[in-house]
C-alpha cells in the first residue's frame, strides 16, 4: 500500500515522519505540524530538528516525530534531533504500582493506619 509519509526537504536531512494509521496528506500535515514540522512551500517541508537548528537528521533511530537517534536518559529515551521525550514502558509501569504505596495510610507513633486524605 502507499501511505503518505512526511520527509524533511534539506540537504542530507533523512528525518521522516510516519504516521501510525494512514490518515490522508491533510491530517498528516496537521499531526507533523503539532509536533514542530514546519512548512517550508506549498510542497517541501522541514524537520522539527531542522527547524531548531538541530539537524540535519543524520542518525535513524526510534524518534515517532522525526525517526532521528534517541539517547537513553532517567525519564525517557530523549530524540537527539527534535528532543522529544518518549517515556519509557518500564517507568509507566512503575508508576501504575507507586499509585498504591502507602495510599490512605499515616504514619504515626503507634505506627501506619489507615487515614489520609483519600479516605476523609
Ligand atoms: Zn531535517
Ligand atoms: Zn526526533
Do not use: F
Amino acid at each position: 500500500m502507499i501511505r503518505p509519509v512526511m520527509t524533511c526537504d534539506r540537504d542530507l536531512c533523512q528525518a521522516i515522519y510516519r504516521p501510525d494509521v494512514d490518515s490522508g496528506a491533510d491530517v498528516l500535515e496537521r499531526a507533523a505540524r503539532s509536533y514542530g514540522w514546519r512548512r517550508l512551500t506549498a510542497t517541501s517541508h522541514t524537520c522539527p530538528g531542522c527547524a531548531v537548528s538541530r539537524g540535519p537528521v543524520l542518525e535513524l533511530g526510534d524518534c515517532p516525530v522525526c525517526s532521528g537517534r534517541t539517547l537513553d536518559h532517567a525519564d525517557g529515551a530523549q530524540c537527539h534531533y527534535c528532543r522529544i521525550v518518549i517515556p519509557h514502558r518500564d517507568d509507566l509501569d512503575d508508576l501504575d504500582d507507586a499509585a498504591w504505596d502507602g495510599r490512605g495510610v499515616v504514619n504515626t507513633k503507634d505506627g501506619p493506619v489507615v487515614g489520609g486524605d483519600d479516605w476523609s
